[in-house]
């Protein structure tokens, strides 16, 4: 069983949908939360992170965190088409810990 | 504006043949890292290192070894490639949450 598992999709959505994006964990001692946003033939960057249990938004983007059900949530509310990307859930023990588990990622296209 | 390059986009190379890839940063960071990113399996660290001639092997080291003998500079070395190492080969620098880990933009290798 993987640390980390994220529907791989791919998601297909029409503009100015939410998109919800899931990535579950095995792991309950996983204490910092991260989503990163890969576009294509780039590296990954930082989109959002968190180490509590409920919401945390930033603009269009919503991180939600349930560390009873080991299960992580990200939103984008009035998807644009540059939200077109793969998104990677990461997730630490530590604060400062270099070790992040990555999902594998879910490919995201916001059809104009 | 963090910058973290990497050698070469893409490469193809025999079986058997010794492979290097470079990654430069210009931010002095004392961490850096090298993953591997394969689909369905999302990122995995081959090695990362904390200070110049540190250091230490991630989840999937075998097959690989690296070098840092300057700050800025962390190479990867496939000793005799094989074509299960075909895959897409990232660059990280920073760690932990107050230095989010910035990611260069890749190398696609094909081992033939």
């Known amino acids: 069983q993987k640390e980390v598992e994220q529907d791989p999709g791919p998601l297909s959505v029409p503009e100015g949908a939410i998109v919800s994006l899931n990535c579950t964990y095995s792991n309950s001692a996983f204490q910092y939360f991260m989503w990163y946003r890969q576009y294509s033939r780039k590296g990954p960057e930082l989109l959002m992170y968190?180490?509590?249990?409920g919401n945390k938004e930033d603009g269009r983007f919503t991180a939600q965190v349930d560390k009873s059900s080991k299960y992580i949530s990200l939103f984008i509310r009035d998807s644009q088409p540059s939200d077109s990307a793969t998104y990677l859930c990461?997730?630490?023990?530590?604060?400062?810990?270099?070790?992040?588990?990555f999902g594998a990622g879910t490919t995201v296209t916001v059809r104009a | 504006d963090v910058k973290v390059t990497q050698s070469s986009r893409y490469l193809v190379k025999r079986t058997g043949e010794k492979v290097f890839l470079e990654c430069v940063q210009d931010?002095?960071?004392?961490?850096m890292f090298w993953y591997r990113q394969d689909p369905g399996l999302g990122l995995r660290l081959i090695y990362f290192s904390y200070d110049v001639k540190m250091k230490e092997k991630g989840d999937i080291p075998e097959g690989y070894s690296v070098s840092r003998e300057k700050k800025e500079r962390f190479s990867l070395i496939l000793e005799s490639a094989s074509t299960n190492q075909t895959s897409m080969y990232l660059c990280?620098?920073?760690?932990?949450?107050?230095?989010?880990?910035?990611f260069g933009p890749g190398t696609r290798l094909l081992v033939l």
């Open positions: 968190t180490y509590s249990s």
């Open positions: 990280a620098t920073g760690g932990g949450l107050q230095e989010t880990q910035y």
């Open positions: 931010m002095d960071h004392e961490n």
């Open positions: 990461a997730m630490t023990l530590r604060s400062n810990d270099y070790k992040l588990s």
